[in-house]
């Protein structure tokens, strides 16, 4: 069975592998999709590279691939024969988040469920967000993020 993991991963978090790499226990393949938000603002990253950071980071679970789409993304599941659509869940308020999104999916294709993980206790306050945030400032993400994306932003003029 194929799963989807679909978010902006802009970047990849500790957080993000933690779900991934648990998922890739439980299904066949998880493809992890690179999407666009447009309520989300101020992408430290490209498409391609955050991609390519998911590969890098990933690179041990051999049932894991990432790729790009725009568009619903219960689109791409019905494109690619997936069922599933894998959502991490952090705090009460993601589920809120998280429920309405997948009742609108389940609306548009109704063979498409929803699978909701809790995060690990350890990654459950790490976002994206935060990283970018701690990047702005100029402060370590090593404790949030693999070393690929760490070393990406020593060397990434900001």
Known sequence: MIAVYAGSFDPITRGHYD??????????????????????????????????????????????????????????????????????????????????????????????QTFFMPTSPEFSFVSSSTVRELIRLGKDISYYVHPAVSALFKLKPM
């Open 19 to 112: 779900l991934i790499s648990r998922a890739a226990s439980i299904f066949e393949n998880v493809m992890v999709v690179v999407g666009v938000n447009p309520s989300k603002k101020g992408n430290l990253l490209c498409t391609q590279d955050r991609v390519n950071l998911i590969d890098e980071v990933c690179k041990d679970l051999p049932n894991i691939e990432a790729t790009f789409w725009e568009g619903p993304i219960v689109d791409f599941c019905m494109d690619v024969g997936a069922r599933v659509l894998l959502r991490g869940l952090r705090a009460v308020t993601d589920f809120e988040v998280e429920l309405g999104m997948s009742q609108v999916n389940a609306r548009l294709e109704p063979d498409i």
